[in-house]
T-cell receptor, first 111, second 114 residues
């Protein structure tokens, strides 16, 4: 079953912050985050593992709440380059190397 | 440069014809995947292969077939049995990272069947 992402779409002005949520109905081993520009391949952002710490690089970070079976992606002081569709991919068991992706969150940053 | 190649970028076919999409990687990754992307539906897994000569069905395998005869190649055939084949198709491969793995995606093939 696909994880549920929220919001489905968001429009921000440059410099504003955004939070994108990903919720699963199943217990998770890991959550992966990707960003996709229109017509291009998704690009890997980060992985959060069960029992791991919050991760981040530059002004993009993420957390993983195992009990709630959800992950959140935080974008602070957004830049125009952050525009795109963000997908979470969830992994239930270590070793099967299979992700189930959410339906995506379209983020638009305007000047 | 290492990466994943998908060809062609755009493909047009008549209804009732089988069509094969190419996916090649020179990253020396063991696992490879095929996804289908439709507007508003995210990425849905068609087939995946963790090792040469072995592959598993994903969530929407009906109407598709694959082969994995070489580590570098994982072609996808869209058969005439696929009822709604028009979509954007993405190939990916993966490598272990931090006791999990990271998927690398190809540029995709947009298939239009009329």
């Amino acid at each position: 079953q696909q994880p549920v992402q929220s919001p489905q779409a968001v429009i921000l002005r440059e410099g504003e912050d955004a939070v994108i949520n990903c919720s699963s109905s199943k217990a998770l081993y890991s959550v992966h985050w990707y960003r996709q520009k229109h017509g291009e391949a998704p690009i890997f952002l980060m992985i959060l593992l069960k029992g791991g710490e919050q991760k981040g690089h530059d002004k993009i970070s993420a957390s993983f709440n195992e009990k709630k079976q959800q992950s959140s992606l935080y974008l602070t002081a957004s830049q125009l380059s952050y525009s795109g569709t963000y997908f979470c991919g969830t992994e239930i068991d270590f070793g099967n190397e299979k992700l189930t992706f959410g339906t995506g969150t379209r983020l638009t940053i305007i000047p | 440069d290492g990466g994943i190649t998908q060809s062609p970028k755009y493909l047009f076919r008549k209804e009732g014809q089988n069509v094969t999409l190419s996916c090649e990687q020179n990253l020396n990754h063991d696992a490879m995947y095929w996804y289908r992307q439709d507007p508003g539906q995210g990425l849905r897994l068609i087939y995946y292969s963790q090792i040469v000569n072995d592959f598993q069905k994903g969530d929407i395998a009906e109407g598709y077939s694959v082969s994995r005869e070489k580590k570098e190649s994982f072609p996808l055939t869209v058969t005439s049995a696929q009822k709604n084949p028009t979509a954007f198709y993405l190939c990916a491969s993966s490598i272990a990272r931090d006791t999990s793995y990271e998927q690398y995606f190809g540029p995709g093939t947009r298939l239009t069947v009329t």
